[in-house]
Nanobody
Framework: QVQLVESGGGLVQAGGSLRLSCAVS????????MAWFRQAPGKEREFVTG????????SYADSVKGRFTISRDNAKNTVYLQMNSLKSEDTAVYYC????????????????WGQGTQVTVSS
């Protein structure tokens, strides 16, 4: 397992942008996947996007396609989530997660989690 620390959350108006960061401590194996999930009050945690650590392949939930972009800086061991055109329904706690295998969207597939960072979008 690795240790993950998110940052960058906050309050933003609808239509605005935020960038989240996830700093990774520990060694990621070459086939690792990094992902962002989110959980809104009263709802289940859901997959937002993921990236294959070595090759950079990505996957996005339909609800964020075209608005969110995941990227990684291998040298800094950091994953980013650029969020543009934010909507009120994007309000949630955002979690960074890691797994030592291919890209998957299931919560149970991931064994390392950050503490979460709150994103609030006001309308």
């Amino acid at each position: 397992q690795v240790q993950l620390v998110e940052s960058g959350g906050g309050l933003v108006q609808a239509g605005g942008s935020l960038r989240l960061s996830c700093a990774v401590s520990g060694r990621l194996v070459s086939r690792s996947t990094m992902a962002w999930f989110r959980q809104a009050p009263g709802k289940e945690r859901e997959f937002v996007t993921g990236i294959a650590w070595s090759i950079g392949g990505t996957s996005y939930a339909d609800s964020v396609k075209g608005r969110f972009t995941i990227s990684r800086d291998n040298a800094k061991n950091t994953v980013y989530l650029q969020m543009n055109s934010l909507k009120s329904e994007d309000t949630a706690v955002y979690y960074c997660a890691a797994r030592g295998g291919g890209l998957r969207a299931g919560v149970r597939e991931y064994d390392s989690w950050g503490q979460g960072t709150q994103v609030t979008v006001s309308s």
